[in-house]
Protein backbone atom coordinates (compact mmCIF):
# COMPACT_ATOMS: atom_id res chain seq x y z
CA UNK A 1 0.00 0.00 0.00
CA UNK A 2 1.30 3.29 -0.45
CA UNK A 3 0.76 6.20 1.51
CA UNK A 4 0.52 9.98 0.99
CA UNK A 5 2.41 10.76 3.98
CA UNK A 6 5.80 8.06 3.53
CA UNK A 7 5.91 9.94 -0.22
CA UNK A 8 6.28 12.93 1.32
CA UNK A 9 8.66 11.90 3.96
CA UNK A 10 10.82 9.84 1.72
CA UNK A 11 11.18 12.67 -1.39
CA UNK A 12 12.16 15.76 0.19
CA UNK A 13 13.16 17.35 -3.15
CA UNK A 14 9.55 17.88 -4.39
CA UNK A 15 8.74 21.31 -4.46
CA UNK A 16 4.80 21.36 -5.63
CA UNK A 17 1.72 19.97 -6.23
CA UNK A 18 2.13 19.05 -9.78
CA UNK A 19 5.74 17.41 -9.02
CA UNK A 20 4.04 15.20 -6.76
CA UNK A 21 1.45 14.39 -8.94
CA UNK A 22 3.80 13.04 -11.62
CA UNK A 23 5.91 10.94 -8.44
CA UNK A 24 2.27 9.12 -7.66
CA UNK A 25 1.93 8.26 -11.42
CA UNK A 26 4.96 6.64 -11.43
CA UNK A 27 4.75 4.66 -8.22
CA UNK A 28 1.25 3.53 -9.13
CA UNK A 29 2.77 1.16 -11.30
CA UNK A 30 4.26 -0.65 -8.76
CA UNK A 31 1.54 -0.30 -5.75
CA UNK A 32 -2.18 -2.08 -5.59
CA UNK A 33 -3.94 0.28 -3.00
CA UNK A 34 -3.08 4.33 -2.39
CA UNK A 35 -4.39 5.83 0.93
CA UNK A 36 -4.22 9.65 1.23
CA UNK A 37 -3.57 10.23 4.87
CA UNK A 38 -2.73 13.56 5.28
CA UNK A 39 -3.32 16.91 3.18
CA UNK A 40 0.02 17.50 1.12
CA UNK A 41 1.58 21.32 2.63
CA UNK A 42 2.55 22.82 -0.93
CA UNK A 43 1.09 26.43 -1.85
CA UNK A 44 -0.31 25.36 -5.01
CA UNK A 45 -2.24 22.28 -3.60
CA UNK A 46 -6.12 22.72 -5.05
CA UNK A 47 -8.99 22.18 -3.58
CA UNK A 48 -9.59 18.79 -4.97
CA UNK A 49 -6.03 17.73 -4.54
CA UNK A 50 -8.00 14.30 -3.48
CA UNK A 51 -9.60 13.69 -6.45
CA UNK A 52 -6.69 14.57 -8.72
CA UNK A 53 -4.20 12.26 -6.64
CA UNK A 54 -6.85 9.75 -6.61
CA UNK A 55 -7.37 10.16 -10.70
CA UNK A 56 -3.37 9.82 -11.17
CA UNK A 57 -2.97 6.95 -9.15
CA UNK A 58 -6.41 5.22 -10.89
Known amino acids: MLNLSEVL ?31 PSFPDTPENWEERLEATFY
Open 9 to 39: IEHHELQNFDQLVELIGQKSKNERFFRMDVR
